[in-house]
């Protein structure tokens, strides 16, 4: 498997939506190498016929009935909201056109 | 050490009673809930706060806390059905990790992006604390969104460990371990991910359960991990802990991985007494080599004392367990970030604008979450992103699920030989302050006894085994069954304890320094 490099933590970050800065990027591409490194057996520990276990304890069509139950007001649901408007989320331009 | 004599009813012997002996003096009528809880109060303003502070809290909630004391005062004193009905440990003070919402208190998650933040709703194990009348002391300190095994993670500043003020409590529920262990309050809830829960138990002298994965709702816990994170108990004692459990775990239907069926009697189980018969099987991979001299010496002592009390012995082997780490460290920041995702800056928390144009979504998002994380949270996030991203998914986060599997099978096996699993709690006692805060990776090795739970969903208790010959500070011994039999650890652990105990004379805890010495500054009034 390839080492992880500087321009692979800046092509993630902007994945992740998190903004570094130049200093940030060499640092942490550094970290995550070692990192990186050290769960590299993980790889080779398990054969191919061996299963993926996504969950410890698998639970099976997990349903409720179909009744309405509680549900939080329009006041509640943007109480922590950093910024609304008319009863909704008032969000950045999605497009830099504005 | 500190002298404790049961009968007495003044505030130095109130707070170091345990859960029990205080649930049996409200019954009794010795003592009020408004006695307690202020005494807690008290303690944590004399404690908690300051330049030395142990700093456990990250806000106090003092006057609904009181209210609850006094309402529970009222219903008893009236008597009645009323007070019949309340529950055993109604009027016992509680403290709640921060990663835990609360109506009426700020959640931070120990992270700058929730500062100020207030949940619309309680988590599950929130509204049955309150259903029990148990007053919430307050919400306790850890690291940021419980990423780290130190508490120095935490964007509100350390907590410091009671047995020595330059050392960590353990993380990422450093703040409700130290809690435990100052004397500021009786119980607290914790959330346990990859040890998060017993390794701070560990190096605070203190007990700590991460219960079977579904056994108590993660309804209102902050995920990190949801297939590995698991709410449970902070205490004193193991019997308080089962207490505790029974209070907040059984079927939740707000949360879909919750178990359907019924707990068993925990609280039984800890007054069981006896280990006879019972096989305790020595997990090979998790003890001598890595693991400090005095850690190996309070375990091999443990082992010793259940002999002498009539389980057998027996080793088992894992021998995939030496993946696990590697696993966790996929899996882990793989589901954190895409459960961190929903720090975005528009539903709730901060938001940071660019300074320059233009000011779209995406770069305010990215500028939010910039500002409003932490470090070990951005790496974890990054390294998330990696293992998740195309071409790299199969050989790391498809590869560390197989990896699961293995666990799982070793833990099958090893429960074939033994009905209940023992290790150290965690390789080495308490570090100090900063030692490890530049090294992730050696920061990441103090999991690796308590992770292959988590992976494989058993439960997990972490109780005191000791002090450590060369350093004076407390070990943890973690005992591990098969999942749904949580049951078994607090018998098993309830007998260990009242073994040790009878060696030291006491809960090792009355061998810790002596806080009240320290300087009681008024920042509490700031908290």
Excluded at chain 2, 157 to 180: E, H, K, M, Q, Y
Aim: hydrophobic share 45%; with cysteine; net charge negative.
């Amino acid at each position: 498997m390839a080492a992880i490099n500087r321009d692979d933590v800046a092509h993630l970050a902007r994945l992740a939506h998190i903004e570094m800065s130049a200093e940030e990027l060499d640092r942490m591409a550094g970290e995550l190498a070692v990192i990186v490194d050290s769960v590299k057996s993980v790889s080779e520990a398990a054969g191919a016929d061996v299963p993926a276990t996504s969950h410890p304890i698998p639970l099976t069509n997990v349903f409720r009935d179909d009744v309405v139950g509680h549900t939080f007001t329009a006041e509640q649901s943007l109480s922590g909201a950093p910024d609304s408007l008319d009863n909704r989320f008032k969000v950045p331009a999605i497009l830099d056109e504005a | 050490m500190t002298e404790l004599n049961p009968a007495g009813t003044d505030a130095g012997t109130l707070i170091r009673l345990s859960a029990a002996q205080l649930a049996a003096k409200l019954a009794a009528g010795e003592v009020t809930s408004v006695e307690i809880t202020r005494a807690c109060l008290d303690r944590i303003a004399q404690v908690d706060g300051g330049e030395r502070g142990i700093n456990a809290f990250l806000h106090v909630n003092a006057e609904e806390a009181l209210a609850v004391a006094a309402e529970v005062d009222a219903i008893r004193a009236a008597g009645g059905p009323e007070a019949d009905a309340l529950h055993e440990l109604a009027g016992v003070p509680i403290a709640v990790k921060d990663l835990i919402v609360t109506v009426g208190q700020p959640t931070t998650a120990g992270s700058k992006i929730l500062e100020g933040w207030h949940s619309p709703y309680d988590a599950t194990v929130v509204a049955r604390l309150r259903a029990a009348k148990m007053p919430i002391l307050g919400k306790t300190n850890l690291d940021e969104f419980a990423m780290g095994s130190s508490t120095e993670h935490s964007a509100y500043g350390p907590t410091r460990n009671p047995w020595d003020l330059d050392r960590i409590p353990g993380g990422s529920g450093g703040g409700s371990a130290a809690a435990v262990a100052a004397f500021e309050a009786p119980l607290a809830l914790g959330t346990d991910t990859g040890g998060s829960i017993r390794q701070p138990g560990a190096v605070t002298g203190t007990v700590g359960v991460k219960p079977t994965y579904g056994s108590v709702s993660r309804y209102g816990a902050i995920a990190m991990a949801s297939s590995l994170d698991q709410i449970g108990p902070v205490t004193r004692t193991v019997l308080d802990s089962a207490l505790l459990h029974q209070v907040i775990g059984g079927h939740d239907p707000k949360d879909s991985t919750s178990l359907p069926e019924p707990l068993a009697d925990l609280v039984a189980a800890a007054r069981t007494g006896n280990v006879e018969g019972l096989r305790i099987g020595i997990i090979k991979e998790l003890h001598g080599e890595g693991y400090q001299a005095g850690v190996e010496n309070r375990f091999n002592e443990a082992l010793e004392l259940l002999k002498d009390a009539g389980a057998t012995i027996v080793e088992v082997s894992c021998p995939n367990f030496q993946y696990a780490l590697g696993a966790y460290y996929l899996i882990m920041p793989s589901e954190a970030s895409s459960n961190l995702a929903k720090f975005d800056g528009v539903r709730f928390g901060l938001r940071v604008l660019p300074t320059d144009p233009p000011l779209t979504i995406e770069r305010v998002m990215a500028a939010t979450r910039a500002a409003g994380f932490g470090d070990e949270v951005k790496r974890r996030i990054i390294l998330g992103t990696y293992a998740l991203s195309a071409g790299y998914y199969d050989a790391y986060y498809g590869s560390a699920q197989k990896v699961r599997t293995l666990v799982q099978r070793d833990f099958n096996a090893a429960f074939e030989q033994a009905d209940v699993l023992i290790s150290p709690t965690a390789p080495t006692t308490a570090f100090k302050l900063g030692e490890k805060l530049d090294d992730p990776l050696a920061m990441y090795l103090n999991d690796v006894a308590t992770i292959p739970a988590n992976l494989a969903g058993v439960p997990g208790l972490s109780l005191p085994g000791g002090l450590a010959d060369e350093d004076g500070l407390p070990v943890g011994i973690q005992l591990l069954a098969p999942a749904r039999e949580d049951a078994r650890l607090y018998r098993v652990g309830a007998v260990l304890e009242s073994l040790l105990e009878a060696k030291w004379g006491g809960p090792l805890l009355a061998q810790a320094p002596d806080l009240a010495g320290a300087p009681a500054l008024e920042a509490q009034e700031a908290k």
